[in-house]
């Protein structure tokens, strides 16, 4: 069964500071990865996507994947109150699955 | 560019009735996703539909169900509600593609009564 890993947190950083959110998935065929940011009661936002290995800047936010150890994370630079949110990990697997597998996620929360 | 838009926002039954819920994707996707998100918990795949097909489902009773009409839209059924039926339920929708994310709709939120 292909399985994506997430912290369930919750994370709690001050404002200003980094927050570093990882994600580990099981199956090594994997291509392609997201980060979706969901708010409370809201619907899950995609951030940010990933294809290969290394790191992906955005903005405040920077992807980083590293597939020989089967791990994504996401970086939050300068996190503001508006972040927290709780943040989704998305794996879709090799072999021709189009399915998206999705983390649990962890909560963020960024204390003023 | 329309975003994936669902219907009703909200809808309240009783036990025992049954709920149609419905999505239209983002134009060009061909590929729908619906998911149940139970309060506080995380996101479980319900069905997957493409080119009007039935392409894989969650596990999740028979009297969950759907279908995908020939404009890409979908709807969601399910019959006989129980009181656990409560949560947000999502549509996403894609290309079929593996470079290409699942786009959300803003859900619709069923309340069991």
């Known amino acids: 069964q292909k399985e994506v890993e997430q912290n369930s947190g919750p994370l709690s950083v001050p404002e200003g500071a980094i927050a570093s959110l990882n994600c580990t998935y099981s199956?090594?065929?994997?291509?392609?990865f997201f980060w979706y940011r969901q708010y409370s009661g809201k619907s899950p936002e995609l951030i940010m996507s990933?294809?290969?290995?290394g790191d992906k800047e955005d903005g405040r936010f920077t992807a980083q994947l590293n597939k020989a150890s089967q791990y994504v994370s996401l970086l939050i630079r300068d996190s503001q109150p508006s972040d927290s949110a709780t943040y989704l990990c998305?794996?879709?697997?090799?072999?021709?699955?189009?399915?998206?597998?999705f983390g649990k996620g962890t909560k963020l929360s960024v204390i003023p | 560019e329309a975003g994936v838009t669902q219907s009703p926002t909200h809808l309240i039954k009783t036990r025992g009735q049954q709920a149609t819920l419905r999505c239209s994707p983002i134009s060009g996707h061909t590929s729908v996703y619906w998911y149940q998100q139970a309060l506080g918990l995380g996101l479980q795949f319900l069905l997957w539909y493409d080119e009007g097909e039935e392409r894989n489902r969650g596990n999740f009773p028979p009297r969950f169900s759907g279908r995908q009409f020939p404009n890409y839209s979908s709807e969601l059924n399910v019959n006989a509600l129980e009181l656990e039926d409560s949560a947000l339920y999502l549509c996403?929708?894609?290309?079929?593609?593996?470079?290409?994310?699942?786009?959300f709709g803003d859900g619709t939120r069923l309340s069991i009564l």
């Open positions: 996403a929708s894609s290309f079929l593609q593996l470079d290409q994310p699942q786009h």
């Open positions: 199956d090594r065929g994997s291509q392609s």
């Open positions: 990933i294809y290969s290995n």
């Open positions: 998305a794996v879709y697997s090799g072999a021709g699955s189009y399915q998206l597998t």
